[in-house]
C-alpha cells in the first residue's frame, strides 16, 4: 500500500543508526513551521489550479502528518493509525445526519449543529466555553478576524447588513488618518502605537465585510497580491526595454507605465 510505503520511509528517515542526520533531529516544535509552510504552498497550487502540483503539494502535506505521527510514535503517545481514527470518529460524530439518524432540514441548521458539536467537544477537553474559545492563536491573523466576527456574530453581536460594516470601515479611516496626522514629524515606535491600533481596527473591520459578502478575505487578499505583482513585474519588464529600472522613473512615468501594465495583464 502507498501508505505504508510512506510510513515505511519515514522509520528509515528517523533511524538513529541509517537514519537522515536532519530528519532525525526533529522535534514536534522544530517541524511545526514547515508544516505550516507546505499548507501554503498547497494553498498556493490550488490557486494556480495546476492538478499535479495540487497532488504534489498534497503529498508534502501527508509527509507533515506522517512526520509528526512518527515523532508521537517514537515516544510513546500516539501513531499514524490512532491520527487516522480519531479524525475517522470526530468527522462520524460531527455528522449524525449522514452516520446517524439526525435531520437536518438545512445547511443553516448543519451549520449550527456542526458548532454545537465542536463546542461540546472543547468543554470534553477542559476547554473553555465562551463564543471566542477555541480560535486559535496560529491562524493568519485575516483568517482569525474573521472567524472571531463569526464566533461573535453567531453569539448575537454583528452588524444586520454588509452597509453597516462599510460603515464601520468608513470610520476607521477617519481614525486612522486622524491619528497620522497627530504624529509628530520625527515619530518614534512609541509615537506610532495609536496609529497601529487605528490600522488594525480598520483590517478587522475589513475582514468583516468580506465576511458579511460571503467572501473569503485571505483569498481576496492573495488575489489583490497576485494582481500586484503581475502589473509590477509588467512595469518593471517595460522599465527595462527602455534600459530603465524603476527607481529612476519619474513619478509621472511610473504611473502611465502602471496603467499600461493594468491593460497589459489586468
Known amino acids: 500500500m502507498p501508505i505504508q510505503r510512506l510510513l515505511d520511509i519515514m522509520v528509515r528517515l528517523r533511524d538513529r543508526e541509517r537514519g537522515c542526520p536532519w530528519d532525525r533531529e526533529q522535534t514536534w516544535a522544530t517541524i511545526a513551521p514547515h508544516t505550516i509552510e507546505e499548507a501554503y504552498e498547497l494553498a ?17 502535506v501527508l509527509f507533515q502528518v ?31 445526519h449522514v452516520f446517524g439518524d439526525a435531520q437536518l432540514a438545512s445547511v443553516a441548521e448543519q451549520s449550527k449543529a456542526w458548532e454545537a458539536h465542536k463546542a461540546a467537544e472543547r468543554r470534553a477537553k477542559g476547554q473553555g466555553d465562551g463564543a ?36 464601520k470601515v468608513q470610520e476607521e479611516v477617519h481614525e486612522l488618518q486622524q491619528a497620522v496626522h497627530e504624529l509628530p514629524e520625527a515619530a518614534s515606535s512609541a509615537d506610532k502605537t495609536h496609529v497601529t491600533e487605528e490600522l488594525g481596527d480598520l483590517l478587522f473591520s475589513v475582514a468583516q ?34 534600459g530603465c529600472a524603476v527607481r529612476d522613473a519619474t513619478p509621472d512615468a511610473l ?11 489586468g
Do not use: Y
Not at 255 to 265: G, P
Open 132 to 167: 471566542l474559545d477555541g480560535v486559535i492563536l496560529g491562524l493568519p491573523a485575516l483568517t482569525r478576524a474573521t472567524k472571531l466576527g463569526s464566533r461573535a456574530g453567531r453569539a448575537g453581536f454583528d452588524w444586520t447588513d454588509p452597509s453597516g460594516v462599510l460603515a
Open 66 to 96: 506522517v512526520f509528526q505521527s512518527r515523532i508521537a510514535e517514537e515516544q510513546g503517545h500516539f501513531n499514524f493509525a490512532a491520527v487516522a481514527d480519531a479524525i475517522s470518529d470526530k468527522l462520524e460524530r460531527r455528522h449524525p
Open 209 to 242: 465585510v468580506a465576511r458579511h459578502l460571503g467572501l473569503d478575505a485571505e483569498a481576496a487578499l492573495r488575489e489583490a497580491n497576485a494582481k500586484f505583482e503581475r502589473r509590477f513585474r509588467d512595469m518593471e519588464a517595460q522599465l527595462e526595454a527602455q
Open 44 to 60: 498556493d497550487a490550488v490557486c494556480q489550479g495546476d492538478a499535479a502540483l495540487v497532488r504534489d503539494e498534497l503529498g508534502d
Open 255 to 265: 504611473e502611465a507605465l502602471w496603467a499600461q501594465a493594468k491593460l497589459n495583464v
